[in-house]
């Protein structure tokens, strides 16, 4: 018979929010940080989210019953476009719709039984968040870390609007179907390039993070040392600055090609006739993924109608913009050398552009002629055609051509980042306002402390056409806080990734209202122990967050370093061979494994089916076996009734003490007794380790070896000591409450215990009671299996050998035959090899 799970979870449910057993402060006991990255609140919950939840809280109820002082918040994520996107749809105001997803994610987070102290909600769309986004900016402002700068956008003529890439559907606006142009605005930055040099070294400091991450880190930090060139553009007084890791080829340079959004495209092009064609080209390829456009695909680029001049040569080289640039590399506009990189190679012979050699390999002192190349060489070699530098080793030249460009004052030596400042601008409603003003008196300003939060407005008609912060009259329009003349509001909000960069502070301190947080409750909680999230997040969320540390530090407001101590990267949720997705058709809901099952199951088989950070493959059997799984642990308890439990003394890591079952009395045949206590003992170790966040959350083996443990006692039930079977049990409801907390908490009250299991001290294992003196092991003949015999895991191979002699159903398989070999494995089998 199945247990009443709904009915048990709502119960519990209610238990743990009327007794407020998550609520946290700060004490004297050791802290414990532990996060999950929180939502974006979409509409309902998926498997993915139930998956990092369910890790994370199986850590919490672990870290609680180990005695920590576990700080385990939730919150929302919740500015963003797909609100707005809902607003036009469905006529509904962003906030309402915002609210509604979240009462239903916070519903659904119930129903799994997290957790959460919900006394420290944060959600970033309401002003008592964003205000202090408001003052951080002000705080970057006041310091030079926020700025204002020309960068292009993707624009729709006809809805007049700024599109976010999402919206910019196979070049096309994803609402009217217009063709999206390339538009170059005012947009404000945060310059995280101040702090590139301290995000790329603090990497060595976080030994808790994968290492795929630091990686993807390090790579998109990007240091580099080389060379700043300045190449003259011909009949211009303008300079195009490339950098370059390879001056031993800046003599074989013969074309130069700009990212299609570096602003000089534009000006460059300017009264050469070509500005049209152009333009289209430009279009074309900025709404391009950046990705797609790095992909081994066909080169393509637009001659500008505009030379430079190689300052090392003189020669003048035609000047292109091309598809395989992106802005953030370098300065946006690059040197070619075709003999020396493939790219370059494939460029210039589509558009029959000269290719000059300037290295040849060293066992030759000229390769053939230039044109007849079939591939570039970009090896180390001799150099040739590089004026004094010819004979000269490649990498001998670098070093030398550096010191001559800065000698010639053509450039200088330069440490390179590929990171580029950080664009926070977007033109559109659902974000926290940018709090500066614009007085044509005073200028640039700064909105006032104590005007703050500058609120988003009511008066706004959601039609996808332009920005409906501008549209507004109650907002647009504003007076100086200097000259109290008439003045304008920035009408752009913040990327959203503001709002995430700091969300685990404000946690710390969640109903402050005169900092963003107190000083002296983050310097308690933080840095968090355990952050917990996708690893799509590897590099905005976790970078941004790292730089906005840094910057709060040194605005006085922290005192560490880095945020996040450890992070695991949990896998996805695969079904059919695919991530769950619903174009893929292969979604399973939240709700109807809930519903069908109970959010015990749901939690066990997603613990149980994969490590945490591997992916996860979805399984409607494995389900349905954990749930059978759940059953028989609860008809074990149903059997051994209610009773009054006697506890030992009290301490971290006591055993539960025996207390009398309706076996008492009954004396169990001591060596099942001591092989049950041994194997307890080593699946408490077991899990303990396992489960631990240091481990990186082997919750499969450590479930495993509860399932061990269940099949050992319901082996040797009726051979062990009544008090050692109850004790065993205990053990059992424990170990397992982490991950199913609402079945355990019902079986501990059924074993007579009125308090929370949570309140229970995680058990402690006893080393000497791991070692194993006797051991049944197989006998093989001639590979054969013939028997098993008990020995003591000391014996030697002889004495094994003797004991098998002496068995009855073995000895007869060896008498008499001449044994040619004795194969043993320790503590496993022994294999007798005979012969005639």
Known sequence: MSYDFRTIEKKWQKYWEDKKLFRTDESSRRKFYLLEMFPYPSGKLHMGHARNYAIGDTFSRFLRMKDNNLLYPMGYDSFGLPAENAAMQNKIHPEKWTDGCIATMMEQQRKLGLSYDWERLVVTSKPEYY???????????????????????????????????????????????????????????????????????????????????????????????????????????????????RPDTLYGVTFMTFACEHPMVLELVKGTG?????????????????????????????????????????????????????????????????????????????????????????????????QKLEHAFEDEGVMINSQQFNGLNSNEAIKKISDYVEEKGFGRKKIHYKLRDWLISRQRYWGTPIPIIYCKKCGTIPVPEKDLPVLLPDDVEFTGEGNPLASSKSFAKCKCPKCNGEASRETDTMDTFVDSCWYFERYCDPKQNKLPFDKKKVSYWMPVDQYIGGIEHAVMHLLYSRFFTKTLRDIGLLSYDEPFKNLLCQGMVIKDGFKMSKSKGNVVSVDEIIEKYGADTARLFILFASPAERDLEWSDSGVQGCFRFLNKIWNLVEQIGYSSPRLTESGAGRLLASSPASRSGEIGDKKADEDLERVKNLTIKKVTQDIDPGSGGHFNTAIASIMELYNKLNSCQDSVDSSQLRNCIETIVILLSPFAPHICEEMWQKLGYKDSVIKENWPSWDEKKLQQEEVSIAVQVNGKLRGQIEINIDDSKEQIMEAVKSDDKIKKYIIDKKIIKVIYVPKKILNIVIGG
């Open 131 to 245: 205000r202090w986004n408001q003052w951080i900016f002000i705080k970057f402002y006041e310091k030079g870390l926020a700025y204002k700068k020309q960068a292009p956008t993707n624009f729709c003529p006809k809805c007049s609007t700024v599109l976010a890439n999402e919206q910019v559907v196979d070049g096309k606006c994803w609402r009217c179907d217009s063709v999206v142009e390339v538009k170059s605005l005012e947009q404000w930055f945060f310059k995280i390039t101040d702090y590139a040099e301290e995000l790329l070294a603090d990497l060595d400091k976080l030994t808790g993070w994968p290492e795929r991450v630091l990686i993807m880190q390090r790579n998109w930090i990007g240091k580099s040392q080389g060379l700043s060139v300045n190449f003259p553009v011909k009949d211009l007084k303008k300079n195009i600055e490339i950098f370059t890791t």
């Open 274 to 370: 070509r500005e049209k064609e152009v333009r289209d080209f430009v279009n074309k390829i900025v709404i391009q993924k950046r990705v797609t456009r790095l992909e081994d695909k066909e080169k393509e680029g637009i001659f500008l109608g505009r030379y430079a001049v190689n300052p090392l040569t003189g020669d003048e080289i035609p000047i292109y913009v091309s598809n395989f640039v992106l802005m953030e590399y370098g300065t946006g506009a690059i040197m070619c050398v075709p003999a020396h990189d493939q790219r370059d190679f494939e460029f210039a012979k589509k558009y029959n552009i000269p290719i000059k050699e300037v290295i040849v390999p060293e066992q030759k002192s000229r390769r053939a002629e230039e």
